[in-house]
DNA sequence: TACCCATGCTAACTTTTAGTAAGTAAATAC
DNA sequence: GTATTTACTTACTAAAAGTTAGCATGGGTA
């Protein structure tokens, strides 16, 4: 019974020395770690985690809710995502296809904490595109 | 045979209307939090924000800080995320230049939550690794 | 029966973005 | 006087993303 994902946002402040272990194999070059990342904060990584996190969905349902994506960048998200062990998918041999994504459970952490963010973000739209029209403002101005 | 389609959001926990809105939001072709996210989960913005944690730094400090990042891309990238307010900037003009980075307020509350992703990510490095390799066999052994 | 649509992809091609190498100013060290 | 250091920018090239078209095939429509 291992449940409690308590692992998410614990050390407020003391850095530990895994922390800072971990830290360091980030700043490393060629780490896998940073192959991860880029599925799940990709444009559509994102969208997509967050898109599960409310049940299983249909690839074309998928399509349909994020607006924008093209059926290849789609395709090629989901794979990266299942390869990784985020999504599960379950064809259905039939025709028309019928195909099945859903969040595994490991997906289910990590979409949570990908949702904070996007969260955090959307809260902030209105603040950020103030500072941005200053920042330009200020360039502009030749200040 | 029409399937109905129409299940899309069950709202499994409830999710407050507030969180909807903001999804939708999210989901919407055009939206600026697209951008936002793109700048901060970008492969060179998430170790900026993540390093500049522990305090200020110059760019040359952090680019030897973070391993394979070019000039330009660090420049680019602490660039965007200075306009998005997340990351300040204070020039000295002294021969040879002397610049230093830092986070604001709000760039320390998304590199926090940033932060809390990279790590959950590297703590499951291995067994993403190992999922990796499974997937990889299946699809070799043609199942 | 002929025709068209829907689904979940993949392949070929174009555009955008990332990455690489070189250049720049100007004080200081040798 | 040549080299070095810092924080960049500017061309150029490689890689990624995006766009369009195509495929298999059962069911609905005519």
């Known amino acids: 019974m291992k ?3 308590n692992v998410t946002i614990p050390v407020s402040e ?15 070059g060629p ?16 969208l997509i985690l967050i898109s599960l996190r409310d049940g ?4 074309s349902e998928l399509r349909r809710r994020i ?6 960048m789609l ?4 794979q990266a995502l299942e390869a990784d062990g985020f999504v599960q998918r379950i064809a259905y041999p039939v025709v028309p296809p019928h195909v099945e994504y859903s ?3 490991s997906g289910e952490e990590i979409a949570r904490l990908v949702a904070a963010l996007a969260d955090w973000i ?3 739209v209105p603040e950020v595109m103030t500072h941005r029209a200053e920042f330009e403002e200020r360039l502009q101005g030749g200040e």
């Open 3 to 5: 449940m409690s994902v």
């Open 14 to 28: 003391a850095e530990t020395l895994t922390e800072r272990l971990r830290r360091g194999n980030l700043f490393a």
């Open 31 to 46: 780490c896998p770690s940073r192959d991860i990342l880029k599925n799940v904060s990709s444009r559509w990584g994102v």
């Open 56 to 59: 299983t969905h249909r690839f």
């Open 67 to 72: 607006g924008g994506v093209s059926e290849k």
């Open 75 to 78: 395709a090629q998200s989901l």
């Open 103 to 105: 969040l595994t459970t």
């Open 122 to 124: 959307e809260v902030r």
